[in-house]
T-cell receptor, first 115, second 109 residues
């Protein structure tokens, strides 16, 4: 398996622009997570899906952030409008919930810079 | 509230042993994870403990005490490539991971 795939790997945009981050989870995994990581706040869970349904979005900073999972193999995280404080590395992770394994597999991340 | 505490930074010598501690407070408990994250890369899974005791996996071992809300990651025969951040994460009753801020491990020759 190719692992979790994210695109783009790097994104530089100006304040006020819309940003869309993409994720393809590992085939067969039923959970998908979006995280944000900064030096100041560490790894923060933004939202997660189970079988394509959003379960908990309490970590989404504000209405400027939205996430969708239209099918089992694709998810997007959108920021509109973007602000400099959104600059961070955004990780997507997926997992297969079994009794023995809730291990999350992370994608390589998208490094977002908002100027 | 839910909380994970681990040291911010540790330094150790190549070839030595280092123990990274983690204490947790969660609403319910469904296991304790350790992840390794090299600079500029994604976290990768190291270990999962749900029962008390020590789990050994090569040079790395992880220990859990549920009654004390305590875990540690033990790294033996340290190599330069072990320089990384080590993230402790506890799974709560909703099967959500509560993440620590990570411990940056610096290995000196």
């Amino acid at each position: 398996d190719a692992g979790v795939i994210q695109s783009p790997r790097h994104e530089v945009t100006e304040m006020g622009q819309e940003v869309t981050l993409r994720c393809k989870p590992i085939s067969g995994h039923d959970y998908l997570f979006w995280y944000r990581q900064t030096m100041m706040r560490g790894l923060e869970l933004l939202i997660y899906f189970n079988n394509n349904v959003p379960i908990d979005d309490s970590g989404m900073p504000e209405d400027r952030f939205s996430a969708k999972m239209p099918n089992a193999s694709f998810s997007t995280l959108k920021i509109q409008p973007s602000e400099p404080r959104d600059s961070a590395v955004y990780f997507c992770a997926s997992s297969l919930a079994t009794r023995q394994a809730y291990e999350q597999y992370f994608g390589p991340g998208t490094r977002l810079t908002v100027t | 509230g839910q909380n994970i505490d681990q040291p911010t930074e540790m330094t150790a010598t190549e070839g030595a042993i280092v123990q990274i501690n983690c204490t947790y407070q969660t609403s319910g408990f469904n296991g304790l994870f350790w992840y390794q994250q090299h600079a500029g890369e994604a976290p990768t899974f190291l270990s999962y403990n749900v029962l008390d005791g020590l789990e050994e996996k090569g040079r790395f071992s992880s220990f859990l005490s549920r009654s004390k809300g305590y875990s540690y990651l033990l790294l033996k025969e340290l190599q330069m490539k072990d320089s990384a951040s080590y993230l402790c994460a506890a799974m709560d009753s909703n099967y959500q991971l509560i993440w620590g801020a990570g411990t940056k491990l610096i290995i000196k020759p």
